[in-house]
């Protein structure tokens, strides 16, 4: 078992936060750690909750080329059919998908930090609203204590690439299939207030909520953050 030594490598506090989280960030000087291979790993952090915020979470901003290398859609009539439990066979029903156009761009997607069930549905939501996130903080301003960050830096890439297969199924076609990579990727913990409901969540800046009961270690989190009034 190796055993790491969570101390801020910029001022030198001990970092805190739950027994899941694999990724800290401390309130003192606003560094965020991943716990890497060799020891503690320097994170990009950007933070757009204020000290006083109620409920400041982690989320994972990554910012990638996509590149469709294949994609395959069904038509309507296809589909239609396919809802009432037909089995779809390309060689049953001969003709009825076709390929797409293929192609590259830049995206910015936005998904959680912390475990969540239906995380990369909520990912595609998410980054439909990366512009309108709050602000950045402004020099000076106080960092809030934050937790909960479990989704560890080499996970991102691949719940990116599940948040694009989400946007692309968003798009006027009925997608069968499609094969996509990333690349020129860039990784950013985003710091976001939030607020608790006594069912949900809501994510400031987006629109997007997500119920409590769906964040595994919600309990875990309250009581870290209670611990701190």
Known sequence: MKVMRLVCGSCGSPLAGLGSDSVFVWSNCGAGWACGRDGLERVEVE??????????????KMKATVHVLRRTVRNEFTTSILRYDSRYSPDAMPGKVREAGKGSERRTM?????????????????????????????????????????????????????????????????????????????????????????????????????????????????EFRGALS
């Not at 609203?129 to 960050?149: N, Q, R, S």
């Not at 890439?157 to 860039?186: F, H, M, N, R, Y």
Request: glycine share 10%.
């Open 110 to 222: 936005l998904f959680p930090a912390f475990y969540l069930n239906g995380l990369p549905g909520t990912g595609t939501m998410l980054s439909e609203h990366v512009e309108d996130l709050p602000p950045l903080l402004e020099p000076g301003d106080g960092f809030p204590v934050v937790c909960g960050c479990s989704i560890r830096p080499e996970d991102t890439e691949i719940l990116g690439k599940c948040v694009a297969v989400g946007q692309e199924t968003g798009k006027a076609d009925w997608l069968a299939e499609i094969e996509l990579v990333l690349a020129s990727v860039k990784k950013t913990l985003v710091i976001l207030p939030c607020r608790a409901e006594v069912e949900k969540v809501h994510i400031a800046g987006t629109g997007v909520s997500i119920f409590r009961r769906n964040v595994p270690h919600w309990n875990a989190l309250m």
């Open 47 to 60: 933070h757009r909750a204020p000290a006083g915020a109620e409920l400041p979470l982690p989320f994972w």
